[in-house]
């Protein structure tokens, strides 16, 4: 019981109270929703799972909602990443009511070495409610690093998204909702769309609502080539998204190689009337080794890149 009672916090002012306290609004530039409503907070950091004596990093804090609970469930150090230096003497104040568990770094996550703010050992977990601006490229980023090893292939992370992202993640082949994100992440990670956060549990209140998503890191890359010819092959078949998948093929070579396209399709043993949403990872694996093995043998294609012709 003493052990349980020196995790929690002191008695302090409420989010809402500290808010006002510090004359504080979202700034819409930074694409900022406070998330205000305990019970949901409560619950975002449940579906986290255990996380006692596990180290955490917790992106866009703002003002501490998420931040505080983390604590109280008894994280074992907790490292906040928070760009606007507005919330930075809120923090300060969980901080030092934390014993020493919590640590503040000020600037952009997008700039931050993630993978140095985790120890080489121990139970490791990323959480965040993201703001939408950064949600993508901070999630390509999360996929690059599970790709290239420990420490962020060993890291599970639970995420806000806005919901028709969090459905583009985990759409199944052919679903209306299946893009370049779908493979880019089920490439890596397993994904689980916890639950849903309605609109009306922020402030403001955006016109669309959040998912809390689960991602754990795939012990093997279902895709078995390098990230970048994972990117490009992708981008390059879901540019033509609605097409024939050979049309998207085509566009990873210049025009006198463009017959290296069918040899993907037929090395793999894919259909080329088929298009992108309907493909499953393991075909999309198939092309890719199927394009490194092209590269093996012409490796100035690996440079290449295709521009739409310009119409005059």
């Known amino acids: 019981m003493a052990a349980a009672a020196s995790l929690r916090l002191p008695p302090m002012p409420s989010i809402s ?43 866009g804090p703002g003002p501490g909602g998420i931040t505080r609970s983390l604590l109280q469930h008894g994280v074992k150090s907790l490292t906040v990443i928070e760009k606007d230096r507005r919330f930075l003497p809120m923090l300060q104040l969980v901080s030092d009511a934390s014993k020493g568990r919590l640590k503040i770094i000020r600037g952009d996550v997008l700039d931050v070495d993630l993978a ?38 060993q890291l599970r992370m639970t ?14 082949p052919g679903d209306r909702q299946r893009s370049r994100l779908s493979i880019m992440v089920q490439a890596y990670c397993h994904v ?3 639950f849903l956060i309605p609109g009306s549990c922020f402030v403001p209140p955006p016109k669309v609502d959040a998912a809390v998503v689960s991602l754990k890191p795939r012990s093997q890359p279902q895709i078995q080539a390098p990230f970048d010819a994972v990117e490009k092959l992708v981008r390059c078949l879901f540019q033509h998204r609605k097409k024939y998948c050979i049309y998207g093929l085509k566009t990873l070579f210049p025009p006198e190689a463009v017959s290296l396209a069918e040899e993907l399709l037929k090395t793999a043993s ?8 309907s493909l499953t990872i393991e075909e999309f694996n ?3 080794c199927a394009y490194m093995e092209v590269l093996t043998r012409f490796p100035e294609l690996e440079s290449f890149m295709f521009r739409e012709p310009m119409i005059s």
């Open 17 to 59: 109270e500290i808010l006002r306290i510090f004359k504080l609004r979202a700034l819409r530039q930074l694409s900022q929703n406070f998330f205000l409503d305990t019970n949901m907070i409560n619950k975002f950091v449940r579906e986290a799972g255990n996380l006692k004596d596990v180290f955490v990093v917790e992106v």
């Open 286 to 288: 198939a092309l890719a």
């Open 159 to 172: 995420l806000t998204f806005q919901r028709e992202v969090a459905e583009r993640m985990g759409a199944p």
């Open 116 to 153: 140095s703010l985790f120890p080489s050992e121990g139970k490791r977990h990323l959480v965040g409610n993201l703001p939408f601006n950064i949600s993508l490229p901070l999630l390509i980023r999360l996929m690059r690093g599970v790709s290239q090893g420990p420490p962020i292939s």
């Open 192 to 194: 689980n769309i916890k």
């Open 270 to 277: 894919v259909d080329g009337t088929r298009t992108a949403p």
